[in-house]
């Protein structure tokens, strides 16, 4: 990494080597949000204002991906509990409550697919993403998670059988 390249207020994280991983990290952040363009855009600016300012410092303990993926999840996590604490605010002072988005887009069977999935529980459904879509191994999908390497393993290994037994049902119905 060239002197230049790198943050001035984290040496460890280079401009090329955020760019390289830029889009990896936005997919992430997207599934993250639901897939909502501007709230995966402002929690990728979030990341990078944390990276740039050196409130999120890479110390060189995991790769550099599994650091800012998991800057992107605890950003998320930040985020949600903020909105879900406004939500049980709105429920309480108010009793009309809007209804569920649609996603548009999908194939019947991409959606259904993608309908197993996020019927998982959210750490195996996390683990799936992380493994299978944004090309994490199970020890760095686990890093990002903040669980345990074995725990992960268990997590990913529970949400396979269950995505497989699932995906079976989905096969004989069609």
Not at 66 to 94: D, M, P
Request: glycine share 4%.
């Amino acid at each position: 990494m060239k002197e230049s390249d790198a943050l001035e207020n984290n040496p460890h994280v280079s401009r090329s080597a955020l760019e390289a991983l830029h889009s990896q990290v936005y997919g992430w952040a997207l599934s993250r949000c639901d897939f909502d363009h501007a709230t995966a855009e402002d929690l990728m600016q979030q990341t990078y204002v944390e990276l740039l300012s050196g409130n999120a410092r890479f110390d060189k303990k995991s790769s550099l991906k599994t650091f800012v993926f998991s800057v992107v999840q605890n950003l998320a996590k930040s985020r949600y509990r903020r909105l879900a604490t406004r939500l049980r605010l709105v429920r309480t002072y108010r009793q009309d409550v809007a209804g569920e988005q649609v996603v548009d887009g999908e194939t019947p069977i991409d959606d259904g697919v993608w309908r197993t999935v996020r019927a998982l529980p959210a750490r195996q459904r996390d683990i799936i993403e992380l493994v299978f879509c944004r090309d994490l191994t199970v020890e760095q999908a686990s890093a990002v998670m903040g669980v345990s390497v074995g725990t992960g393993r268990q997590h990913y290994d529970r949400a396979k059988k269950a995505l497989r037994e699932r995906l079976r049902a989905f096969a004989e119905e069609e």
